[in-house]
């Protein structure tokens, strides 16, 4: 699996934390979250996978909370791990990001979740917002192929 952001610090105990997180394109439109704290910035909408939560489920809880939309997914995209530290945590994860490509479906209140803000970009813009490289990576494979009948390139 690929890796994306900082090297692996051979000192550290690093705890898997699966995650899932969404693509979400209306028209040349990219729905994003802006999370204030602990450091403000752009991210695609996601999160953890509770445990013995199914993947899918986890993707639509994650969304709706950190956004207040309703989404409806097309297709996993494939995945990558990152390693990093989450203050909000205040431990060390192996982050393994499962991308989906999906697509807002209906608003249907301010985001649940603290701290977060639903903001509506230019799609190719959101590229240069993204604070995470390996967001930025699947959302400019997306863009490049947007548009195109032949979805079996975004596989």
């Known amino acids: ?56 489920a986890a993707l639509h809880r994650e969304v709706f909370e950190e956004t207040g939309w309703k989404i409806a997914i097309q297709r996993r995209l494939g995945a990558y791990r990152r390693f990093t530290y989450m203050p909000e945590y205040d431990r060390w994860a192996e982050k393994i990001c499962a991308i989906y490509l999906a697509f807002p479906v209906r608003r249907l209140g301010p985001p649940s979740e603290t701290g977060h803000q639903a903001v509506w970009v230019d799609a190719k813009g959101g590229e240069g917002l993204l604070a995470n490289i390996g967001d930025r990576a699947y959302l400019t494979r997306v863009l490049s192929h947007h548009g195109r009948r032949d979805d079996q390139a975004l596989g």
Do not use: C, F, S
Request: net charge positive; hydrophobic share 30%; glycine share 10%.
């Open 1 to 56: 699996m690929r890796r994306y952001g900082e090297a692996v610090k051979p000192a550290i105990h690093y705890k898997a934390r699966p995650g899932v997180y969404a693509v979400l394109l209306r028209k040349n439109e990219l729905l994003l979250t802006h999370q204030d704290a602990p450091t403000p910035e752009y991210q695609l909408p996601g999160g953890g996978i509770d445990r013995g939560e199914h993947p899918v």
